[in-house]
Structure formats: structure tokens, C-alpha cells
T-cell receptor
């Protein structure tokens, strides 16, 4: 069974602080995706990383895929209250497109 | 495009009753996923289809759960009989067949079994 472990599960910080969320697995994935979910809505894709060691930036968000394609991280610089939400990593398994999610990290950014 | 459409948005039912959740994927998408989300377990994959064929149903918790996809534009998730521990938000998502493509989620069905 392929599992994705996210840490931390909860994070409460002040506006302007930096933070990093980790997504780890003992399994290799063909790609890693990061989603953000707002209350009452479904998750929405932020980014997909495919190549081991790949780094992608989305404004103040930096995503990295581990060299062995087993882990990933999300770094937010100068967090803002609008970044508040549930962040989910998801691994795509093999060639079937099966999409497995981590438990999620609930982020609260206080003004 | 209207996106993934799920119905109903909310469902309250009594224990023992049959519950049917419905999903209309995005046109042209060949993969469809059913997930269940709870505070304790997070977002769990129940079953997914490729080209209307169930590929992996290992996440379906019990025989009380069943899912069908009779055509490319419709899928159902049925729970019979329902139990209070089935209370959760159920999401349907669809994506193109190619690996590494984005999954688009519906707004979910919040199920409460009393």
C-alpha cells in the first residue's frame, strides 16, 4: 500500500513568517501534486512536479520533488492571511493514474 | 465547462437507509475518482475508473459500498445499508487519462447518517 505522510498536520503562524510543509513516502511516484482546499470546496491543483529534483515556483510558493521521487516539500515565503487553508500532497502511482492523497496540513496565517 | 457536478450537496438519512451519490465528470475526461474525506482519515481514495471500467476498488471499505459508471458522463456511489460511521464528505474527481494530469474535484456531498 502506498502511503503519503504529511507534516506538520497543523500550523499556525503570523503574517510574514516563512514555513515548510513536507510530504514523505517509502514509495516512488511518477509525479507529485500539491492541492489547496478551502472550506466547503473540493481541492484545487497548485502544481505538479514530475522529475526527481525538480523545483517549481508559484509566486511566494516553492515546490520541490525529491531526487528519488519519494518525497516533496512546499515552502511559503512571507505568508499572508490569504494563504490560510488545507494543503494536500498527492502522489500519482505508476502508469494507471491512481491518485493518493496525504492527510493534509491545515495552515492558519494570522494578521 | 461547468466542472465536475455532484448531487446532492447535502444528504441526511437514517441508519439502514440506502444512499446514492451522483457525479457528472468533465466532458472528455477518461478517469473518475471517488474519495471520502473525514477529519480523522483525511482524503481516502475509494475507487477509480478509467474509460468507465473500475481499475482499483481496494479502498471501498465494505460490501455495503458499490460504485458504477454506466457511461462516460455519469457515475454513482451507493451505500446500502448506511451506518453513522459513513458520515463524511464524499468527493468525485475527474482527469484526462494521461498520467500526471490534474484532477478536477466536485464540490462534494456532505453525508450525515443519524
Amino acid at each position: 500500500t502506498q502511503l503519503l505522510e504529511q507534516s506538520p498536520q497543523f500550523l499556525s503562524i503570523q503574517e510574514g513568517e516563512n514555513l515548510t510543509v513536507y510530504c514523505n513516502s517509502s514509495s516512488v511516484f511518477s509525479s507529485l501534486q500539491w492541492y489547496r482546499q478551502e472550506p466547503g470546496e473540493g481541492p484545487v491543483l497548485l502544481v505538479t512536479v514530475v522529475t526527481g529534483g525538480e523545483v517549481k515556483k508559484l509566486k511566494r510558493l516553492t515546490f520541490q520533488f525529491g531526487d528519488a521521487r519519494k518525497d516533496s516539500s512546499l515552502h511559503i515565503t512571507a505568508a499572508q492571511p490569504g494563504d490560510t487553508g488545507l494543503y494536500l500532497c498527492a502522489g500519482v502511482a505508476g502508469n494507471t493514474g491512481k491518485l493518493i492523497f496525504g492527510q493534509g496540513t491545515t495552515l492558519q496565517v494570522k494578521p | 465547462d461547468a466542472g465536475v457536478i455532484q448531487s446532492p450537496r447535502h444528504e441526511v438519512t437514517e441508519m439502514g437507509q440506502e444512499v446514492t451519490l451522483r457525479c457528472k465528470p468533465i466532458s472528455g475526461h477518461n478517469s473518475l475518482f471517488w474519495y471520502r474525506q473525514t477529519m480523522m482519515r483525511g482524503l481516502e481514495l475509494l475507487i477509480y475508473f478509467n474509460n468507465n471500467v473500475p481499475i482499483d476498488d481496494s479502498g471501498m471499505p465494505e460490501d455495503r459500498f458499490s460504485a458504477k459508471m454506466p457511461n462516460a458522463s455519469f457515475s454513482t456511489l451507493k451505500i446500502q445499508p448506511s451506518e453513522p460511521r459513513d458520515s463524511a464528505v464524499y468527493f468525485c474527481a475527474s482527469s484526462r487519462t494521461a498520467v500526471n494530469t490534474e484532477a478536477f474535484f466536485g464540490q462534494g456531498t456532505r453525508l450525515t447518517v443519524v
